[in-house]
């Protein structure tokens, strides 16, 4: 009967702490109700911040697909996650309240800080600080969720717009079209090129960029080899919209003047996209193969060290 008992309870425990944080959840929809609304509708009216709305369904799956569950057995730290909790609602009052006199997009990262920071006090509250870090990847990829400050937004779309600029350039000049750049405007013969906000390709930059942090995490293992394919997003995003532009340019002057307004321009994005996520699987591949390596390496050092030492022995 003691048995019985004994297990019964863990599963017991842990269905009030799923109804906890089920409830807590549904607060904090109720709280940031608002923001939310203001975030999605930012999300499908501006592209830079279209990843926005995939993030909570992608760490989701990633929590789910991971296999993590809580155990009971683990320490309590309802303190901690009272605390985050506690933090998180001030946030609110204080974006709500507008005590820091910011401006409207200021106030609204400040919100979906503030609920991100709930869910994460909700899970450390309900199941533990150890289950926590068994879903730390996907609980910091919620981070993602917070709209870019306005000023940071602008300043993102202007780097693309200029490297994306000067990259196209090298690139018309590589396939010996005689290009010149002024600013952000290209001239190659029979026509100008103006890399606009529009044209940053900030959305596609933004969806690469979750894909490789993504893929890093799945596949690699050493923090600087996942260092180094984060890193090759920036560079990739840049050469991918200029081959973009080139291309364009290319088609709309020598094939048919309808390609610079048609669709390749209008919604190419993704084709583009695409060969550069191809290019990132190639690097992981390399990158992941270095490291399978590597570790073999250790794994036959290990071995002939243990056995000379039993041989010494």
């Not at 309870?9 to 609304?37: D, E, G, M």
């Not at 506690?86 to 709500?96: D, E, G, V």
């Not at 996942?226 to 997003?233: M, Q, V």
């Not at 992981?284 to 243990?306: C, H, M, P, T």
Request: charged share 15%; with cysteine.
């Amino acid at each position: 009967m003691q048995f019985c008992m004994d297990q019964a309870t863990p599963s017991t425990s842990t269905k009030q702490s799923f109804i906890t944080a089920a409830c807590l959840v549904v607060c904090s929809i109720a709280i940031w109700w608002r923001p939310l609304l203001a975030a999605c509708e930012l999300a499908l009216s501006d592209d830079a911040y279209t990843h926005i709305l995939l993030i909570l369904p992608l760490s989701l799956s990633l929590i789910y697909f991971s296999g993590a569950t809580p155990r009971k057995d683990w320490p309590s730290t309802r303190q901690g996650g009272i605390a985050l909790l506690a933090i998180s609602l001030l946030l609110r009052i204080f974006a709500a309240r507008n005590l820091g006199s910011w401006s409207q997009g200021d106030s609204l990262s400040l919100n979906i800080f503030s609920l991100v920071i709930w869910w994460i006090g909700t899970v450390v509250l309900c199941f533990g600080l150890q289950f926590l870090r068994l879903i730390l990847f996907p609980a910091c990829l919620l981070f993602l969720m917070v709209p870019f400050p306005p000023r940071l937004t602008t300043g993102i779309r202007e780097f693309l717009q200029q490297q994306s600029a000067i990259s196209a350039t090298a690139l018309f000049r590589l396939a010996w079209v005689p290009a010149t750049r002024d600013g952000v405007v290209i001239s190659i013969p029979g026509l100008d090129l103006e890399v606009a906000e529009e044209c940053s390709s900030i959305r596609s930059s933004m969806m690469l960029l979750i894909i490789t942090v993504v893929l890093a995490h799945l596949f690699l293992h050493a923090w600087w080899r996942k260092s180094l394919l984060i890193l090759a997003a920036i560079p990739l995003a840049v050469a991918k919209n200029a081959l973009r532009i080139v291309t364009i340019g290319e088609l709309g002057t020598r094939v048919d003047p309808a390609f610079l307004t048609g669709r390749l321009h209008r919604n190419g994005g993704f084709l583009f996209l695409g060969l550069a996520v191809l290019l990132t699987v190639a690097l992981l591949f390399f990158l992941r193969k270095r490291e399978q390596d590597a570790l073999r390496i250790g794994s036959v050092r290990y071995l002939s060290v243990e056995e000379r030492g039993r041989t010494d022995g």
